[in-house]
T-cell receptor, first 111, second 114 residues
Framework: DAKTTQPTSMDCAEGRAANLPCNHS???????VYWYRQIHSQGPQYIIH???NNETNEMASLIITEDRKSSTLILPHATLRDTAVYYC????????????FGDGTTLTVKP | DVKVTQSSRYLVKRTGEKVFLECVQD?????MFWYRQDPGLGLRLIYF???????EKGDIPEGYSVSREKKERFSLILESASTNQTSMYLC?????????????FGDGTRLSIL
């Protein structure tokens, strides 16, 4: 699985968009980009994933660059409850979803 | 919504005890996983299972075993608990069918070995 690089921490004002970057320059053609988050004392929560195209669901949007070497998770209107550690992962589709979680980005949403 | 349920949120055991951690998922997922999470080390995969009675070692299987007798249940066993197995244990499941197969996690069991 390709390695990812994320900033250690970020702040965001409540109600504003939170844009979380992730670099995955060694991603291969069959690897998906996944985003999870972990709120304190809970298990990781799946947010969104994509292969090539941008994706959107009720939680977030995922923007993947054309060369697929980086991506951005967008929380359009951050709330205090979005304060969490956000993990960006790349993984091959055929390995039964086995994923390697790094240190992630600690997002703090401030009032 | 997918529901992954771990039997205990908090557990305290003694060194040398045999410890069972149970995980049940209600979405008929084929794949199930056990991780441990420690500060500064992230999530590390212990074991995973593709199907009933099948298991594969992850990155840190030493000191652990698993059992998958039914599709919905995946058990992690600490054969003889030691203090270095004090950790947060997370169970996850995923479908072989859905595109990209994202994992769905339980809320974890915080295990303390005294």
């Amino acid at each position: 699985d390709a390695k990812t690089t994320q900033p250690t921490s970020m702040d965001c004002a409540e109600g504003r968009a939170a844009n979380l970057p992730c670099n995955h320059s060694t991603i291969s053609g069959n690897e998906y980009v996944y985003w999870y988050r972990q709120i304190h004392s809970q298990g990781p929560q799946y947010i969104i994933h994509g292969l090539k195209n941008n994706e959107t669901n009720e939680m977030a949007s995922l923007i993947i660059t054309e060369d697929r070497k980086s991506s951005t998770l967008i929380l359009p209107h951050a709330t205090l409850r979005d304060t969490a550690v956000y993990y960006c992962i790349v993984s091959v589709n055929t390995n039964a979803g086995k994923s390697t979680f790094g240190d992630g980005t600690t997002l703090t949403v401030k009032p | 919504d997918v529901k992954v349920t771990q039997s205990s949120r908090y557990l305290v055991k003694r060194t040398g005890e045999k410890v069972f951690l149970e995980c049940v998922q209600d979405m008929d997922h084929e794949n199930m996983f056990w991780y441990r999470q420690d500060p500064g080390l992230g999530l590390r995969l212990i074991y995973f299972s593709y199907d009933v009675k099948m298991k594969e070692k992850g990155d840190i299987p030493e000191g652990y075993s698993v059992s998958r007798e039914k599709k919905e249940r995946f058990s992690l066993i600490l054969e003889s608990a030691s203090t270095n197995q004090t950790s947060m244990y997370l169970c996850a499941s995923s479908s072989r069918q859905s595109r990209g197969k994202p994992q769905h996690f339980g809320d974890g069991t915080r295990l303390s070995i005294l």
